[in-house]
T-cell receptor
Framework: AQTVTQSQPEMSVQEAETVTLSCTYDTSENNYYLFWYKQPPSRQMILVIRQEAYKQQNATENRFSVNFQKAAKSFSLKISDSQLGDTAMYFCAFMKLSGTSYGKLTFGQGTILTVHP | GAVVSQHPSWVICKSGTSVKIECRSLDFQATTMFWYRQFPKQSLMLMATSNEGSKATYEQGVEKDKFLINHASLTLSTLTVTSAHPEDSSFYIC???????????FGPGTRLTVT
């Protein structure tokens, strides 16, 4: 079974600064996806960024980028130029690509990020 | 983009009664949908996989007779919490995959309060 660990229950950052959220995972699979989701106070899950395990290049989406270390099973999220609207709970998630688990997401515990003005 | 809706957004029911939550894919078809449960400020835990035309697949530890799932059509899955108790109070979220499984579209969630 896969596990996802987020060791930072809460983080805070000043507006316009950079913050990094940590995530580690454990799997014996070779083909999988990793995700970061944002859950604002509305509780709607929003995809922030996705990384395919077979791709060595780190994914980037505007102010969001990841540091994917496959051997270390680490998948951190860096938010640059933090904005007040980034305040939310962030979840790291794992998706296996084979077998009966296809499409299922395993989530980490979440990190509550607060951006201060 | 694809949209998934849930109804109701918030429901309050009395202990011992049953409550049904609907999950609809509005502009695409979904042969599979997933149901998650989330306690306040905690993670999402997968409860079951809803399969159109066949029985749902439940995760270990989830009571099948308590959480009844029916995938009635290619756009609708329902979760019925039977004989609800206060400990069933939670936030329930459904998701449906798009063309590729890595494209997961989440509903806005349903808050269930059992009194």
């Amino acid at each position: 079974a896969q596990t996802v660990t987020q060791s930072q229950p809460e983080m805070s950052v000043q507006e316009a600064e950079t913050v990094t959220l940590s995530c580690t995972y454990d799997t014996s699979e070779n083909n999988y996806y990793l995700f970061w989701y944002k859950q604002p106070p509305s509780r709607q899950m929003i995809l922030v960024i996705r990384q395919e395990a077979y791709k060595q290049q780190n994914a980037t989406e505007n102010r969001f980028s990841v540091n994917f270390q496959k051997a270390a099973k680490s998948f951190s999220l860096k938010i640059s130029d933090s904005q007040l609207g980034d305040t939310a709970m962030y979840f790291c998630a794992f998706m296996k690509l084979s077998g009966t688990s296809y499409g299922k997401l395993t989530f980490g515990q979440g990190t509550i990020l607060t951006v201060h003005p | 983009g694809a949209v998934v809706s849930q109804h109701p957004s918030w429901v309050i029911c009395k202990s011992g009664t049953s409550v049904k939550i609907e999950c609809r894919s509005l502009d695409f078809q979904a042969t599979t949908m997933f149901w998650y449960r989330q306690f306040p400020k905690q993670s999402l835990m997968l409860m079951a996989t809803s399969n159109e035309g066949s029985k749902a697949t439940y995760e270990q530890g989830v009571e099948k007779d308590k959480f009844l799932i029916n995938h009635a059509s290619l756009t609708l899955s329902t979760l019925t919490v039977t004989s609800a108790h206060p400990e069933d109070s939670s936030f329930y979220i459904c998701s449906a995959p798009g063309t590729s499984a890595y494209e997961q579209y989440f509903g806005p969630g349903t808050r269930l309060t059992v009194t």
